[in-house]
C-alpha cells in the first residue's frame, strides 16, 4: 500500500506562485512516473504533469512554460512549482503514483487564484 501525501495549495493572487509537494510512502513498491492532476468545479480531472522514472515530463499545453515539475527520488518527493497563475487555474489539484499496473492518489490540495 502506498500513502500520497500533498502539501502547499493555498489562494493567491493572479501572477503569483505556489509550489506543490507530495511524498510517497509505504512498503515494497516501485515508482513509473508520478504526476499532477487537477479538478474544477463541474469539470473531468484532466493531466498537468506527469514524469516518470527516467525524468521525462510531459505538461497540459495550458500550463507549459508556467508550471515545472521535478522529482527527488531519494525522498519519493514530486513537486510542482507553479508561476504565473491564472485563475483558471483554479482547482483541486491532485497527485498521482503509478506503481506497475496500480495507480494511488493523494486526498487533494485546493489551489485557488483570485484578487
Given at each position: 500500500?502506498?500513502?500520497?501525501?500533498?502539501s502547499?495549495?493555498?489562494?493567491?493572487?493572479?501572477?503569483?506562485?505556489?509550489?506543490?509537494?507530495?511524498a510517497?510512502?509505504?512498503?515494497?513498491?516501485?515508482?513509473?512516473?508520478?504526476?499532477?492532476?487537477?479538478?474544477?468545479?463541474?469539470?473531468?480531472?484532466?493531466?498537468?504533469?506527469?514524469?516518470?522514472?527516467?525524468?521525462?515530463?510531459?505538461?497540459?499545453?495550458?500550463?507549459?512554460?508556467?508550471?515545472?515539475?521535478?522529482?527527488?527520488?531519494?525522498?519519493?518527493?514530486?513537486?510542482?512549482?507553479?508561476?504565473?497563475?491564472?485563475?483558471?487555474?483554479?482547482?483541486?489539484?491532485?497527485?498521482?503514483?503509478?506503481?506497475?499496473?496500480?495507480?494511488?492518489w493523494?486526498?487533494?490540495?485546493?489551489?485557488?487564484?483570485?484578487?
Amino acid at each position: 500500500q502506498v500513502q500520497l501525501v500533498e502539501s502547499g495549495g493555498g489562494l493567491v493572487q493572479p501572477g503569483g506562485s505556489l509550489r506543490l509537494s507530495c511524498a510517497a510512502s509505504g512498503s515494497r513498491f516501485s515508482i513509473n512516473a508520478m504526476g499532477w492532476y487537477r479538478q474544477a468545479p463541474g469539470k473531468q480531472r484532466e493531466l498537468v504533469a506527469r514524469i516518470t522514472g527516467g525524468f521525462s515530463t510531459n505538461y497540459a499545453g495550458s500550463v507549459e512554460g508556467r508550471f515545472t515539475i521535478s522529482r527527488d527520488n531519494a525522498k519519493n518527493t514530486v513537486y510542482l512549482q507553479m508561476n504565473s497563475l491564472k485563475p483558471e487555474d483554479t482547482a483541486v489539484y491532485y497527485c498521482n503514483l503509478r506503481s506497475g499496473l496500480i495507480e494511488y492518489w493523494g486526498q487533494g490540495t485546493q489551489v485557488t487564484v483570485s484578487s
